[in-house]
């Protein structure tokens, strides 16, 4: 094989990694079934052409604007040709490279390849905590999710200048859990019956991310549009595509020069058709609660308790469009469900390859139920379930690196390690969560940890080890301000979930062998074609 084969061979391979990433993960998640481009039949001209344009576009990207940042140990290769080629390998093993440079420097900061530019990597606690308390004229988050995502050139620039619907998402609908969970828990119960449909004791083989992405789907937007919209097939279908078109637009504008995205996210992404079709299904909805409003004020009889009644109170002017607010709707599902749906595919794969947990774990929230009934005060409990929805997240995750921000200016922290203005930042979350120091047998799945943890630590030190707390040793939330504002509803929702299934039915992998996840950059997507076989518990 000649040098541009090999060329040639490298590109479709990677090419294939990246719509893969698209279909299957994206920070990653939807179970579309969509072919691959068949590489075999495209000409080696027109795979030159790609290859240069792509080549270009990194080569550009490289030498426009990087940051010295020569005082940073690197990983990969120092070499500007060595980076690049590192940075494909880095596509696929970004936590090779994560652990390498943890393993070799420890505490100390290291820098990492990525296609476009290189990432500074920090771990030790002091770093961290600074991290994410630095203020956003410092270390930015938004700039990050927009570079990455384009955001602004695809939803408006209005869900990053005004995002009033974090303070609710974090308040209002933190503190309505417990008065909405007759919904979420009547939700989960129908949504799983009808989505599973078993027919007597038998088993059934079925796609656990594409169940689980239903249901995540149904039981989130009870909360965020209710009845009967949250159990339209066409709104379903919305959501779960919507994240689709979002990541590969992101990933087609980010090719084109700044001021042409506008007309390329209009006229090559599905974006648009996404908010046309959405505000279709909500415009009735809205339009009708928009007259109750005019007319009643704030407070009318049977006003729905429900993210987007409590969106359209605090929103004003042009935000009260039916379109401003169908893509707010929108924009939340995007964040809720593909984390939730990989997070609840994730454990499923634990549960049903261990069944030696099941019992306790029935053991658990039959007790507690029987006494408590189903309530979110029944939720705080179940210590065991929540240990295990949390162990799961530390063992595999949905992201190798988190608290990623941009330097928006020349920074410098406390112990003197300087950041220049430009710079990426992000934590090495895999290796933080499996470094023996912080962990006992790191690489072992230990579903009850944190619960005994919590027995340990006593009463008051043992909340640290709740699925949603957020610590320098637990990163999968974040940390700091910028933490996930929806962690508490997403807790609620998931231990619902897992206690809902442990004690409606029994599971089982289809396959032997435990299902692999993929592995993109720093996105981790639960594995899209495995199968769990689901039937109606025996007693």
């Known amino acids: 094989m000649n040098t541009l084969q090999q060329c040639k061979a490298v590109l479709e391979h990677a090419f294939s990694d990246c719509f893969a990433s698209l279909i299957e993960v994206p920070s990653l998640v939807m179970d579309f079934q969509l072919p691959l481009p068949n590489f075999a039949t495209i000409s080696t001209g027109v795979a030159y052409g790609v290859a240069g344009f792509v080549a270009a576009v990194i080569f550009i990207a490289k030498l426009s604007h990087s940051p010295n940042l020569d005082s940073f140990p690197s990983v990969g290769s120092s070499s500007w040709l060595g980076s690049w ?74 869900l990053r200048t005004n995002p009033y619907h974090i303070p609710i998402i974090r308040s209002q609908l933190t503190r309505n859990i ?46 965020f549009v209710n009845l009967p919209l949250c159990r339209n097939p066409d709104w379903i279908d ?105 997070s609840f595919t994730q454990a499923l794969f634990y549960l049903a390859a261990n069944p030696q947990y099941v019992q306790p774990l029935r053991e658990e929230v039959e007790r507690i139920v029987e006494k408590d009934g189903w309530t979110k005060a029944a939720l705080v409990k179940m210590r065991k379930v929540d240990s295990f929805l949390k162990e799961c997240l530390r063992i595999e995750g949905i992201n190798t690196a988190s608290i990623s921000r941009k330097a928006m200016k020349d920074f410098k922290f406390s112990d003197g390690t300087f950041i220049p203005k430009g710079t990426l930042i992000a934590a090495a979350t895999g ?11 790191p690489g072992s799945f230990e579903p009850f ?26 990163l999968p939330f974040g940390l700091g301000r910028h933490a996930c504002p929806g962690r508490f509803f997403a807790a609620n929702e ?24 993929l592995h993109i950059a720093t996105a981790i997507g639960a594995n899209q074609r495995a199968k769990v076989m689901f039937r109606n518990r025996q007693r």
Request: net charge negative; glycine share 6%.
């Open 85 to 158: 080629w590192a940075g494909f390998k880095y596509l696929t093993h970004a936590q090779t490279f994560i652990q390498e440079g943890y393993d070799k420097h420890g505490s100390a900061p290291f820098k990492i390849p990525g296609l476009l530019c290189w990432t500074v990597v920090v771990s030790h606690r002091g770093h961290l905590e600074e991290l994410a308390k630095a203020s956003d004229d410092q270390l930015s988050i938004e700039e990050v999710i927009n570079d990455q995502l384009h955001i602004e050139e695809m939803l408006g620039s209005e």
């Open 178 to 223: 417990d008065a909405l969970y007759n919904d979420i828990r009547n939700e989960i119960v129908t949504s799983f019956e009808e989505v599973l449909d078993l027919k007597g004791h038998e088993w059934m083989s079925l796609s656990a991310l594409g169940i689980v992405e239903k249901v995540v789907c149904r039981t989130s937007n009870r909360v």
């Open 238 to 342: 919305l959501n779960l595509r919507c994240t689709f078109d979002v990541m590969t637009g992101g990933v087609i504008i980010g090719l084109f020069p700044r001021f042409i995205r506008p007309l390329a996210s209009r006229f090559l992404t599905n974006v648009p058709q996404c908010i046309a079709r959405g505000a279709r299904l909500l415009r009735p909805i809205i339009e009708e609660r928009q007259r109750y409003l005019s007319e009643y004020g704030i407070d009318w009889d049977d006003k729905p308790n429900d993210l987007l009644s409590w969106l359209m109170e605090e929103a004003k002017g042009s935000d009260l469009t039916v379109e401003q607010l169908t893509i707010r709707i929108l924009g939340i599902n995007i964040a809720a469900i593909h984390t939730s749906s990989n």
């Open 431 to 441: 290796s933080v969560h499996h470094d023996g120091n912080l962990y006992d047998n």
């Open 449 to 474: 940890r944190f619960a005994n943890m919590g027995k340990t630590d006593g009463k008051i030190e043992g909340f640290k080890h709740h699925f949603a707390s957020t610590s320098t040793e637990y």
């Open 494 to 517: 998931l231990k619902s979930m897992l206690a809902h299934v442990i004690v409606t039915y029994d599971l089982k992998l289809e396959d032997e062998a435990f299902p692999q996840n």
